[in-house]
Every structure is written in C-alpha cells, then in structure tokens.
C-alpha cells in the first residue's frame, strides 16, 4: 500500500475500495469452513481460541455455523495497533484455558504474513497443545509468508491489497462492514 493511501480517511478508503466479497458469500464460506472443522474434529471438544478484534465476527458466526461442541476462550497478540503495516508482537491477554493434551481451534480474521498466528500457534503449542488448528476467514495471496504456516481451513483468498471489512480494520475503522473490501492501488 502507498503512503497516500495510508493518508486517506476511512469515508475516502471506502471510495478508493472494491467490494471482493458480499455478506451472502462469505456466509456461504464461513458454513463451508464450519462443516470442514466440524469433520475435522470429529466430535473431539475442542479450545476455539479467537484472536481479538480482528477475529471476533468471522469467530462468532463460525461457532454458530458448527456442530460440534467446543470450549471458547480468546487471546489478544496485534502487530498493528491502528497502523497498516505491523511492528513487533504485542501480548495485550494470553488465554487462560487449559491447553494441555487438548486440540486448539485458533481462529482469525486474516492469514496474511503470519507472524501473530505463528507466535500464538508457538505459545498454545508451549502450553501444552497436542494440535493447534489454524482457522481464517481468508489467505492473502503473496509469497511473504513466513516458512511453514498454512491455515488448516480458509474461507476465501483475497489478492495482495489492503483488506477491511466483516472484521479486518481500516485504521481501527470498518470491522462491522458486512463484506471485504480491498483498496485500490492509489497514485
């Protein structure tokens, strides 16, 4: 994202954005993903450990969409704090639940470089997880990734633009937009 973009006001990103998916289709993407984790675990109760804010809504219709009963709990880790491009891990709530010998849902909004859900993936795992699942509402499509982290279930793959909306922030701005929107490249 150019820093003119970063510049903008969230009524202005809103006009410099495109709408990549609507309500309809990524409540259609998070039931297909409920259905997959729900064969997945196989009737096992699992932790479903959201990672907050971003993952709040995609966690809360993920959990209504599945069938199989789980624990919830939920962690706070941002790299970002309002600003579009990430800085060092921030621990701001570290889960209580217990995780030992047990499988581990952790769900967020967005698998995008993946350094907070690769850290919060290392910490469930220090505390004892047999598992630790990756769930995300959508993969971002780019060769950043950090080695050796997929999500174990994807809703939808957005292209290498910023992404807000149904969770994901513009600024702290457009969490409860009820679809994903991408910036438009801006000159």
Known sequence: MSEASSTLSFAQAVQASDVLFDRESLQRAVAEVGARVDVALDGERALFLTIMHGGLIFAGQLALSMRTDVEFDYVHATRYRGDTRGHELQWLRKPEAEMQGRT?????????????????????????ARRVLIVTLCTKLHDRRVPDLE?????????????????????????????IRALRSVS
């Open 104 to 128: 581990v849902l952790l769900v967020d909004d967005i698998l995008d470089e993946g350094r907070t859900l690769k850290a919060v993936r290392e910490a469930c795992l220090a505390m004892g």
């Open 151 to 179: 999500a174990d279930f994807n809703g939808v793959e957005v292209p290498d633009r910023y992404v807000f909306g149904f969770g994901m922030d513009y600024h702290e701005q457009g969490r409860n937009l009820p679809e």
